[in-house]
T-cell receptor, first 112, second 116 residues
């Protein structure tokens, strides 16, 4: 069993839809949770950074962490074609100085 | 803030030659840098971790004599692929962590290496 599980998709939605992306994990020591967006042939870009449980909102993006269920989510409201990318969840036990454990990435396509 | 650059963005070389890839943190001091490799439609695979002024720590299965990493300053790390072979063709991405930024990794744009 992988430490971090993420459905690779692809996920195809119409413009304006609410997108829900999820990861589950097995290591209860994880405290830091991140979502990265990666466009084709580009490096990952940090979208959301969360410590421990709870919600965090930034514009159209909301990150949720439920440590009791070992489950994290990223919601994208009013999705746009420019949101089409691969979304990677990542987590670590004690900040980024520890190795980041990545999910496989979910490919998202938002069509007009 | 927290911008990381890589150079070159794309390189093609002949089998048997060596290739150097640079990773720079442009607006912060990178105390730790990481090198990843990514195959098409796959996630990132960590190759090594380097701290400024120290020898790099390589992940299991990564040949340290083939992938030479130098982190000589707080803003620059280099990855040299020695005696490159076609199977080394891949997308190489660096990331950096450091002072006065969030406690996470910031990624460069990646370098696509093609070995003929």
């Amino acid at each position: 069993q992988k430490e971090v599980e993420q459905d690779p998709g692809p996920l195809s939605v119409p413009e304006g839809a609410i997108v829900s992306l999820n990861c589950t994990y097995s290591n209860s020591a994880f405290q830091y949770f991140m979502w990265y967006r990666q466009y084709s042939r580009k490096g990952p870009e940090l979208l959301m950074y969360t410590y421990s449980s709870g919600n965090k909102e930034d514009g159209r993006f909301t990150a949720q962490v439920d440590k009791s269920s070992k489950y994290i989510s990223l919601f994208i409201r009013d999705s746009q074609p420019s949101d089409s990318a691969t979304y990677l969840c990542a987590m670590s036990a004690s900040g980024g100085y520890n190795k980041l454990i990545f999910g496989a990435g979910t490919r998202l396509a938002v069509h007009p | 803030g927290a911008v990381v650059s890589q150079h070159p963005s794309r390189v093609i070389c002949k089998s048997g030659t060596s290739v150097k890839i640079e990773c720079r943190s442009l607006d912060f001091q990178a105390t730790t840098m990481f090198w990843y490799r990514q195959f098409p439609k796959q996630s990132l695979m960590l190759m090594a971790t380097s701290n400024e002024g120290s020898k790099a720590t390589y992940e299991q299965g990564v040949e340290k004599d083939k992938f030479l990493i130098n982190h000589a300053s707080l803003t620059l790390s280099t990855l040299t692929v020695t005696s490159a072979h076609p199977e080394d063709s891949s997308f190489y991405i660096c990331s950096a962590m450091g002072l006065d930024v969030l406690d996470t990794q910031y990624f460069g744009p990646g370098t696509r290496l093609t070995v003929l």
